[in-house]
């Protein structure tokens, strides 16, 4: 129960850290660049967009499960729903008055969104109890086909890139995908890491 409450409290950090990274407005990260695309051309709100998305991966994740875990399963409904509340919260009320005007500032912004994201992420897959549906999806991949976890993993990001740019193409959308893309994709999955291997290891400290 104590996990659950953590990973719970983890999830909200990881939506305050996109929040952050859609307010600094130099791009996002690749899934959330198509959340964006869609959520401009629906006058749905990006955290929507994100749990709707969010619950197709989970279903999916439900149907390639070979054991069901139906708590399991609810309670990942759950947390997705948190994130997509957290973050419609803080960028349509917390953070809409903030004015950054200054590129650094949106810079430091957007890096400290980003880190504050992957440490929140690598501590609620280090805790193991609700896993964000997307890793989900592509762990059982992985162990389906043989391919890496890695492999699936940049598949989506990369389809997520290309439908983001060609609904901004044909929609005549801003283009979310910018250096903040790039920035995030060396900077996203080594905070995560790192964050997983050091907290991985003091869990195992407490526990001996």
Not at 55 to 69: A, D, E, G, Q, Y
């Amino acid at each position: 129960m104590v996990k659950i409450l953590f990973s719970l409290f983890f999830y909200t950090l990881s939506g305050i850290g996109i929040s952050l990274t859609l307010k600094a407005d130099i791009g996002v990260s690749s899934f959330n660049s198509l959340n964006v695309a869609i959520a401009s051309i629906s006058d749905i709100k990006v955290g929507t967009i994100t749990f709707l998305l969010n619950c197709l991966f989970l279903l999916f994740s439900m149907l390639l499960s070979k054991n069901k875990h139906y708590l399991k399963y609810l309670l990942m409904f759950l947390s997705i729903a948190c994130l997509g509340s957290i973050i419609n919260f803080f960028s349509y009320t917390i953070l809409a008055p903030l004015n950054l005007e200054n590129y650094f500032l949106r810079l430091v912004v957007f890096i400290f969104g980003t880190c504050l994201a992957g440490f929140a992420t690598g501590i609620v897959i280090s805790l193991g109890v609700l896993p964000f549906p997307i890793e989900s999806v592509c762990i059982a991949l992985s162990e389906l086909t043989g391919y890496t976890f890695a492999k699936f993993r940049y598949g989506i990001d990369l389809f997520s890139v290309t439908i983001s740019l060609l609904l901004s193409l044909t929609y005549d959308l801003p283009i979310f995908v910018r250096e903040g893309t790039l920035i995030s994709l060396l900077l996203l999955s080594g905070v995560i890491s790192f964050t997983k291997v050091h907290f991985e290891a003091y869990l195992l400290n407490e526990k001996n």
